[in-house]
């Protein structure tokens, strides 16, 4: 047990659908990341929240959408999805936004879209 | 290109052998880490190095990080079965701040 938990650990949808995937940290930390995990591909990542406000978006299609209520819940909210988005979604929290080291991770959702 | 090379990719031991594998870099890293990573489960932390030269311990496991704080390595003492597992360093660089980049990880299998 990490302290991060992820919800739903597996999803299949459609390329029609809309879904949302949840993360919720019981650790009292700051700073929450959402991550895509490829086959053979370093981990990459999608976006970054630091006191509940977005501080980093690396370049992530519109199709994929996150909100971050307050610091200890995190979503990504899915629509019109393609099926090169399957992959093992990953969310991480860290104490300190700045150094964003000693990150930990909830389990993730695999994600399959058909 | 990946900002963060391990080698090598795969590595299949016995129980009781040693093995060594190695995260290296061209930029200057601020901090590293190692993970590791079983299947259906997400990265688990397993050491954070801040200091060049700096060795850290972890039971069987030895992490250093290099003088130059270019590189790292992790050394695995007479591996055991649940030793078996995706390693993934991931590090921090100073303009990079707030963001952990990550190697492609080397899945390690020990067998009994």
């Known amino acids: 047990e990490t302290g991060v938990t992820q919800t739903p650990r597996h999803l299949v949808m459609g390329m029609t659908n809309k879904k949302s995937l949840k993360c919720e940290q019981h650790?009292?930390?700051?700073?929450m990341y959402w991550y895509k995990q490829s086959a053979k591909k370093p981990l990459e990542l999608m976006f970054v929240?630091?006191?509940?406000?977005?501080?980093e978006n690396n370049s992530v299609p519109s199709r994929f959408s996150p909100e971050c209520p307050n610091s200890s819940h995190l979503f990504l909210h899915l629509h019109t999805l393609q099926p090169e988005d399957s992959a093992l979604y990953l969310c991480?929290?860290?104490?300190?936004?700045?150094?964003?080291?000693?990150?930990?991770f909830g389990a993730g959702t695999r994600l399959s879209v058909l | 290109t990946q900002l963060l090379e391990q080698s090598p990719q795969f590595l299949s031991i016995q129980e009781g052998e040693n093995l060594t594998v190695y995260c290296n870099s061209s930029?200057?890293?601020?901090?590293l880490q190692w993970y590791r990573q079983e299947p259906g489960e997400g990265p688990v932390l397993l050491v954070t190095?801040?200091?060049?030269?700096e060795v850290k311990k972890l039971k069987r496991l030895t992490f250093q990080f290099g003088d130059a704080r270019k590189d790292s390595s992790l050394h695995i003492t007479a591996a055991q079965p649940g030793d078996t597992g995706l390693y993934l360093c991931?590090?921090?660089?100073?303009?990079?701040?707030?963001?952990?980049?990550f190697g492609a990880g080397t899945q390690v299998v020990v067998t009994p």
């Open positions: 991480a929290s860290s104490q300190d936004p700045l150094l964003a080291r000693s990150q930990y």
């Open positions: 190095v801040v200091t060049g030269g």
């Open positions: 991931a590090g921090t660089t100073t303009d990079s701040w707030g963001k952990l980049q």
């Open positions: 929240y630091n006191f509940k406000e977005q501080t």
């Open positions: 650790l009292g930390h700051n700073a």
């Open positions: 930029s200057v890293f601020s901090s």
